[in-house]
């Protein structure tokens, strides 16, 4: 028999989770936090869960300023018109402390909840108001949340304050005597050694009251990927081979769980070719609906945004010229999608154009270039169907950032292959052109260094063997890469460092520059791929860090061809600022 439920949360995720949950046996009467004691709140695995919602909720407030400081202060997205001073500053580095976007308390008031949560969580647990995997899961999840949260404070304002306990008033935290800041580098350390310790690093399994369905919303994708996130901060460390065992531990989680169908754990963890969004399909991970089919085979961590509640979709707002139109593509990255080619026609060097581009990631309305990808199902005729929803993570991502981590610890042959057309394609020892009989056995399998040479062996071995007479297909088999599936031409390594992909063992006259040059592409690929996402000014960043001694401006020459590709006055003085590592970050002020 279903149950009244009365939910005072921020956000659809109390819509969508107390839906799904109309038929238990229990009954939640939540009300804010001031106006109840925690033991009222934290009774059973119900109200711990409401709590997830809660926090998943409040978090969702961020992910627009998440999107803005990750894209304006980078080299893809640019102002308009119609821009104020403070997005101005973000885009040109020259933030003041009365600057809104660099306030860092909206983060923090998410963290503290989080605190807040694992607090409670660990007496439950040893008040046995939940089980044992019922708080590994929750313990796991609002941990590996505020974890994230960090990550990003770190990217953005470098020295920061860590704080895992339970405070009352979040103006403490402007107290450095109490809360001093400390390094970017020493916060990596302190995330991975609480992210190496959670519980649990699998999604919430099957019957969890926290894995539903309603009304299409997908329950199991707003809740963040453990093990991407472990991923991550290996590769801002700089640990290249437990950045790759983490995203391999993503790679084969459906052969591990079986969480998701056949279909569906082929494309999100294997970058399988598929005809749903392959080439001119590729824009269906975008303009699906939440939860719809196709988007599902890509995407990893996205959350909704829902006409009836709030916070409300911000991208019209931001990037529609039917809203406000605030931030827009920038020159550079227009010129960087009309600089590719296609492999649609069969013939060198391709089709001018990057499907990615024009049409997909922006759209040109009356003469002005607008970002697409959070508003291609957007119809101004109907201005108040503002559903949508803003991807975190996904497919792309997780080869990307493998294959970053791969190229680094020599592997540079598989970082090929994920960038370009796949294992099956880079890893064939195909010796028929050579005279000799073609061995099916030992083919289409990571080698190292070279087809021919012995077997990887994890996080490196990869199998995409596929044949006939018998029949057998590996799951790698279906495996592509990310310039493959946008039917765009391989991105080559200059020869000088690299050649002989396809048959004769590579020769390499500078592995460092090698290290260097397949980094670029990778890099290069990530803002084709996933421009707009939240990821360019985190990949930038990275890159400057690894490469201070040897390349101290390659950040200001970064940002700066944005102002170049747009002929602005800043492009100068852009770049001289940051040139001084000093400001490669905001100020950490509170308002």
Known sequence: MKNKLSIKFIGVFSVVICLSILSCTKTFDILPKSAISSEQMYRNVYDADAAVIGIYGKFLNVLDRYIILNELRADLAD??????????????????????????????????????????????????????????????????????????????YGSIPYVTESIENISDLNDESKYPKISFDVLLDN????????????????????????????????FINKNCLLGDLYLWKGNWTS???AYRAVMTIGEVTRLQNEEQYLEIYKLAYTSNINGGNWINIFKNAFGERYSNYEIMWNI???????PKNPFIDLFSTSGKYLIKPSDLAINNWD???????????????????????????????????????????????????????????????????????????????????????????????????????????????????????APYYF??????????????????????????????????????????????????????????LLI??????????????????????????????YLANKIGAKFDASHSADAAAVRAKLSDKANWYLPFRWK
């Open 524 to 553: 290069a690929e990530s803002a084709l791929e996933t421009a707009y996402e939240g990821n360019r000014w985190g990949d930038l960043l990275r890159i400057a860090l690894r490469r201070q001694a040897t390349d101290p401006n």
């Open 191 to 222: 995330l991975i050694l609480f992210a190496e310790a959670l519980p649990y690093n699998l999604p919430y399994p099957t019957g969890s009251t926290l894995r539903t369905t309603v009304d299409t919303y997908n329950t199991e994708k707003i």
């Open 243 to 245: 950045a790759a065992t």
């Open 79 to 156: 102002v308009t018109p119609n821009a104020d001073r403070y997005l101005v500053q973000l885009s040109t580095h020259s933030v003041t402390e009365d600057n809104p976007y660099a306030d860092p308390r909206p983060f923090y008031e998410v963290i503290l909840n989080c605190n807040d949560a694992l607090k409670n969580f660990d007496i439950m647990r040893a008040e046995r108001k939940m089980d044992e995997d019922q708080y590994k899961q929750r313990y796991s999840d609002i941990g590996a949340l505020r974890t994230w949260l960090y990550l990003q404070l770190g990217i953005q």
């Open 463 to 520: 199998d995409a063997r596929e044949g006939d007479f018998p029949q057998y297909r590996n799951t790698w088999s279906r495996n592509t890469g990310i310039r493959a599936r946008a039917s765009t031409m391989n991105a080559m390594v200059d020869s000088a460092l690299y050649f002989n992909m396809t048959i004769l063992p590579r020769v390499v006259t500078d592995r460092d520059n090698l290290i260097i040059a397949m980094e670029d």
């Open 339 to 457: 600089a590719q080619y296609r492999n649609d026609n069969g013939a060198l060097p391709g089709t001018p154009g990057d499907r990615r581009g024009l049409g997909f990631s922006y759209k040109i309305t009356a003469t002005q270039p607008e970002i697409n990808k959070y508003t291609y199902n957007y119809n101004p005729v109907l201005p108040f169907e503002t559903n949508g929803k803003i991807i975190l993570y996904r497919g792309a991502n997780l080869f990307l950032r493998f294959a970053e981590a791969a190229n680094h610890d020599s592997r540079d042959r598989i970082a090929y292959s994920f960038l370009n057309d796949g294992i099956k394609a880079n890893f064939d020892d195909n010796t028929k052109s050579l005279g000799k009989a073609r061995d099916v056995t030992n083919t289409e399998q990571t080698r190292y260094p070279f087809p021919g040479g012995p077997y990887e062996t």
């Open 304 to 310: 909704p945004y829902d006409k009836n509640f709030n």
